[in-house]
């Protein structure tokens, strides 16, 4: 089996990133996603390397998977914890190890970073990524999560 490689993701990656996330949302909650918003919503991640970065997951020489850091600041930890977002990997590569990859790769970078720990929410049907979490040492925690979802502004 070829090695999975992980790099930190380009503005070059953009287009395949976008479309991972309009499929990633298709996929598991049926959403269609506005395709300006989210090509803007991408590039913003480059813009800003506050918000967070991407990574890409490349096997055999092609992209097939990405996810998205962004932080959130524990004052009870005096830390950022990272949270994984935006996962997805083509249908193609699925069950080789790409999510495993990008994990592990996240996870290093996290520690050298001096994170206080990764966090990352899942849909409560998606029973496979829950299991895929848990094989990898992920705990569910005890919150539930609630949004409020305001327009999109132009």
Same mark, same amino acid.
């Given at each position: 089996?070829s090695?999975i490689?992980?790099r930190?993701?380009?503005?070059?990656?953009?287009?395949?990133?976008?479309?991972?996330?309009?499929a990633?949302?298709?996929?598991?909650?049926?959403?269609? #996603?506005?395709p300006e918003?989210?090509? %803007?919503?991408?590039? +913003?991640?480059?813009d800003e390397? &506050?918000?967070?970065?991407?990574?890409?997951a490349?096997?055999e020489?092609r992209?097939?998977?990405?996810?998205m850091?962004?932080?959130?600041?524990?004052?009870?930890r005096c830390?950022?914890?990272?949270?994984?977002?935006?996962?997805y990997?083509?249908?193609?590569a699925?069950?080789?190890?790409?999510f495993?990859? #990008?994990?592990?790769?996240?996870?290093? %970078?996290?520690?050298a +970073?001096?994170?206080v720990?990764? &966090?990352?929410?899942?849909?409560?049907?998606n029973?496979?990524?829950?299991?895929t979490y848990?094989g990898?040492?992920?705990?569910?925690?005890?919150?539930?999560m609630?949004?409020?979802?305001?327009?999109?502004?132009s």
């Amino acid at each position: 089996m070829s090695k999975i490689i992980v790099r930190a993701a380009t503005r070059a990656d953009q287009a395949h990133i976008a479309a991972w996330n309009a499929a990633m949302a298709w996929e598991t909650e049926a959403k269609r #996603l506005d395709p300006e918003t989210l090509e %803007r919503g991408v590039l +913003a991640i480059f813009d800003e390397p &506050r918000r967070g970065f991407y990574l890409v997951a490349e096997h055999e020489g092609r992209p097939v998977g990405c996810l998205m850091v962004t932080y959130e600041w524990s004052d009870w930890r005096c830390g950022d914890f990272w949270w994984i977002q935006s996962v997805y990997v083509v249908e193609s590569a699925r069950r080789l190890g790409v999510f495993r990859a #990008l994990y592990e790769d996240v996870a290093r %970078r996290a520690k050298a +970073a001096h994170a206080v720990g990764l &966090r990352l929410y899942v849909e409560t049907e998606n029973e496979r990524a829950q299991a895929t979490y848990d094989g990898l040492g992920m705990k569910r925690c005890h919150y539930f999560m609630y949004e409020t979802e305001f327009p999109l502004q132009s």
